[in-house]
Structure formats: C-alpha cells, structure tokens
C-alpha cells in the first residue's frame, strides 16, 4: 500500500467513482428512472465498487485491502449483469450498454492487478 498516501490518489478508485457517476446519469432517464429495482441495485452496485475500494484502503492491512477488492470486483460483476438486464429490457440503448460494459470491466482488471500484486507482496 506504500505506493499511495489516500485511496483518493488511485486510478481505480477515480474510474469507478466516475462510472458510479454515469450510472446515476443513466439511471434517470427514460424508463429504467421508473424500474426502482432495477434503477436502485444499479446505484448501489455502482456506489460498492468505488466504496469497497475505499474502506479496504483505509483498513491498512494488504490482506484486508485484497479482500476489499475482491469485493468490489464481484460489485463491478453484479454492475455488468443489471446493465445487460437493462439493455434486455430495452431501458438503455446497446451502444451506451456497450460503453458502460467496457469501463466496468476495465476496473474489474485493474481490480485484478491490484489483488495479484498485494498478494505477492
């Protein structure tokens, strides 16, 4: 964890914080605004992966911060499924799904990274 001072400084931590941001976005127009469910376990899916990547930090210990990222990858994993759903559904449209799919599973591989490396450390 030597390489950052504050969870704040890292990458996948600002991508998911940005990618929760599209997701509220999204998740207020059109018809998905009105499918609560669906509309809420997108936000807290979203909100989890930047949140547990977050609390791991702040709990100090690699073993811990490694768990917390597993966490927050299985989130990022739950955040993919509900999109498909949607796009399923016909509440957001095959390129924003595409796109929202692609940034999600860009942090689920950093979040890979990041676990291979603390747990070689």
């Known amino acids: 964890m030597a390489r950052w001072k504050r ?10 914080c940005q990618l929760a941001c599209t997701v509220y976005e999204v998740s207020r127009q059109g018809q998905l605004s009105k ?5 809420d376990q ?8 930047a ?3 977050a609390e791991g930090f702040e709990r100090g210990s690699d073993k811990v911060f490694a768990n917390s990222l ?3 990858k299985g989130s990022s994993g739950e955040l993919r499924t509900q999109l498909y759903i949607a796009a399923r559904l016909g509440y957001v449209d095959s390129e924003e799904m595409t796109e929202l799919v692609a940034h999600a ?3 689920s591989r950093m979040l ?3 676990i291979k490396h603390l747990k070689a450390s």
Do not use: H, P, Y
């Not at 969870?7 to 998911?16: H, I, L, R, S």
């Not at 499918?35 to 509309?39: H, I, K, T, Y």
């Not at 997108?42 to 992966?49: E, G, I, M």
């Open 35 to 39: 499918d609560f469910g669906l509309r």
């Open 7 to 16: 969870f704040e400084e890292m990458d996948v931590w600002k991508k998911a």
């Open 51 to 53: 949140s547990n990547i």
């Open 42 to 49: 997108l936000r807290r899916s979203a909100v989890s992966t």
């Open 112 to 114: 890979s990274g990041l």
């Open 105 to 107: 599973e860009e942090i």
């Open 70 to 72: 597993a966490i927050a």
